[in-house]
Nanobody, 122 residues
Framework: QVQLVESGGGLVQPGGSLRLSCAAS????????MRWYRQAPGKERELVAT????????NYAGSVKGRFTISRDNAKRTMSLQMNSLKPEDTAVYYC???????????????WGQGTQVTVSS
């Protein structure tokens, strides 16, 4: 079974840091792009950061640029999001997302993780 599993969420004070991880498991032929999304209560899901697996190119939402860093470990099929200088408005459920192929003969599909809660509060 192919799945994405997030970890690392929790409660942190404003100005603090957290590191989220996303692990891809199962029979996977290749992963093209991985992303972090977040959804705060009452708001739409928002794209936070993107990383292209082959070349490591990254993109960030303006609201997190300079504070968050996305990275990947191709060998381990993991992706991380280092979040620094956290603000209360960063509070949300964070979701991992990936475009992957299970075999060479199957087109890319988009898979989602189950989400991990990040709460920034004093």
């Amino acid at each position: 079974q192919v799945q994405l599993v997030e970890s690392g969420g929790g409660l942190v004070q404003p100005g603090g840091s957290l590191r989220l991880s996303c692990a891809a498991s199962g029979s996977i032929f290749s992963i093209n792009v991985m992303r972090w999304y977040r959804q705060a209560p009452g708001k739409e899901r928002e794209l936070v950061a993107t990383i292209t697996i082959n070349n490591g190119d990254t993109n960030y939402a303006g609201s997190v640029k300079g504070r968050f860093t996305i990275s990947r470990d191709n060998a381990k099929r993991t992706m991380s999001l280092q979040m620094n200088s956290l603000k209360p408005e960063d509070t949300a459920v964070y979701y991992c997302n990936a475009d992957l192929r299970r075999t060479f003969h199957i087109n890319y599909e988009t898979l989602w993780g189950q989400g991990t809660q990040v709460t920034v509060s004093s």
